[in-house]
């Protein structure tokens, strides 16, 4: 089966522009989860979507991400406008309803930000 | 709150060395614990995983034991590969809540 498909693979912006991330879970994951890893820093959780409805947001940063899920199958991640201190890379997960435990989380390879 | 803390890396290894990255964790209650791999150009990978104190996790050749008196979960391999170059992150999750709790990753480089 094809895993979590996240892109762009790189995106270079300049502070004050908008990006937008796009992840495409396993086909049949309904559990959705989105987390960043700034340069040296810890992987930290932004948000957790179960189908098309924000589960825990208590990860988001601040009102300048936006991420959505409609109809339950992709999900984007928009930042708007972009800070320099948004650069990292963003990790999308996947695993199927009702499995919460975190050894059925499938990852993406990350979309990679860089906010000049 | 919970937190994972993790050796700084690089670590720089010669093949056939053996392999030693600590992790401690702070967390409430009794977690599980991972270890995840990223090798270059890849996801993370769930390496091994222990969801009790004593519990020894262990897959490709690496282990950890989770120890609860000394909140670690080192992650050790008796004899290191060119192919076990990648970033290793330790990991938490407890038991109220959804997400993982990462450390910073360390960086493994092996070279022949």
């Known amino acids: 089966e094809a895993g979590v498909t996240q892109f762009p693979s790189h995106s270079v912006i300049e502070k004050g522009q908008t990006v937008t991330l796009r992840c495409d879970p396993i086909?049949?994951?309904?559990?959705l989860y989105w987390y960043r890893r700034v340069m040296g820093k810890e992987i930290k959780f932004l948000l957790h979507?179960?189908?098309?409805?924000?589960?825990?947001e208590s990860g988001m940063p601040n009102n300048r991400f936006l991420a959505e899920r409609t109809g339950g199958t992709y999900s984007t991640l928009k930042v708007q406008p972009a800070e320099l201190e948004d650069s990292g890379v963003y990790f999308c997960?996947?695993?199927?309803?009702?499995?919460?435990?975190?050894?059925?989380?499938?990852f993406g390879a990350g979309s990679r930000l860089t906010v000049l | 709150g919970n937190s994972v803390t993790q050796m700084e890396g690089p670590v720089t290894l010669s093949e056939e060395a053996f392999l030693t990255i600590n992790c401690t964790y702070t967390a409430t209650g009794y977690p599980s614990l991972f270890w995840y791999v990223q090798y270059p150009g890849e996801g993370l990978q769930l390496l091994l995983k222990a969801t009790k104190a004593d519990d020894k996790g262990s897959n490709k050749g690496f282990e950890a034991t989770y120890r609860k008196e000394t909140t670690s979960f080192h992650l050790e391999k008796g004899s290191v590969q060119v192919s076990d170059s990648a970033v290793y992150f330790c990991?938490?999750?407890?038991?109220?809540?959804?997400?993982?709790?990462f450390g910073k990753g360390t960086t493994l480089s092996v070279s022949s």
């Open positions: 086909s049949g994951h309904d559990n």
């Open positions: 997960a996947s695993s199927q309803l009702g499995v919460s435990g975190a050894n059925v989380l499938t």
């Open positions: 990991a938490l999750k407890d038991q109220a809540g959804t997400a993982l709790i």
């Open positions: 979507f179960v189908k098309e409805s924000k589960q825990d």
